[in-house]
């Protein structure tokens, strides 16, 4: 044996180049048939040689590969861990976004845009009335005091305007049940019936 052979032996970088070159595609090989992805494996395998740089002066004589395999386990078993607590919140956050989170504005533009241009075709009183009611959600009573009328007067012209409304949506039909929300009021109301 030359005195070079010796000294590659206790040298950490040769003795961890010889493990790996040994042993990466037996730990490559455990890691695969342990997760879904490819990309998974790849993952655990570079912190498996990580791992063992660091704990190079624990690793065992002869072949690493029960060692290699025993961290490689010890890594699987977080990574497991970690996916069980990243579907459960997953599961928690599209729970909540289900239940509270407001839905996309941009959805009911074309609605609106619809429903816009069939109030621009009403009196501007008329028009006012049904906002108020459909929209900002005032009694007709309020409604009558915002513009400014009788509370008998309001009701009245909204009925009529609830009318015509209808008459634009579909001419010679009744309206339609709840075709769209805008801004998150139902369609049902700038038609429905008084308060």
């Known amino acids: 044996m030359s005195p070079h052979s010796v000294a590659d032996e206790h040298d950490p970088e040769q ?3 010889a493990l790996y070159d040994g042993n990466f595609a037996a ?6 048939r342990r997760v879904d992805q490819p990309a998974d494996a790849a993952d655990v395998v570079s912190e498996v040689f990580l791992v063992a ?3 190079l ?3 065992p004589p002869g072949d690493g590969r029960p060692w290699l395999f025993g961290i490689a386990r010890h890594l699987l078993a977080n990574y497991h861990r970690g996916q069980r607590r990243r579907q459960r919140l997953g599961g928690r956050l599209r729970d909540v976004l289900a239940r509270d989170v407001a839905p996309d504005p941009a959805t009911g533009v074309a609605e609106w845009d619809r429903i816009r ?3 621009l075709k009403l009196r501007p009183d008329d028009r006012e009335l049904l906002m108020l009611v459909g929209w900002d959600g005032l009694t007709p009573t309020e409604a009558a005091e915002v513009v400014g ?3 008998g007067t309001a009701r009245m012209r909204l009925a009529r305007a609830r009318q015509r409304f209808k008459e634009l949506v579909e001419p010679g039909c009744d309206a339609p049940a709840a075709t769209g929300h805008v801004q998150a009021v139902p369609f049902e109301h700038v038609i429905g019936e008084s308060r």
């Open 15 to 17: 003795q961890f180049r």
């Open 27 to 32: 730990v490559l090989g455990y890691a695969l």
């Open 53 to 55: 740089w660091r704990r």
């Open 57 to 59: 002066d624990e690793a």
């Open 117 to 119: 241009r069939l109030l």
């Open 149 to 151: 009328i009788a509370p």
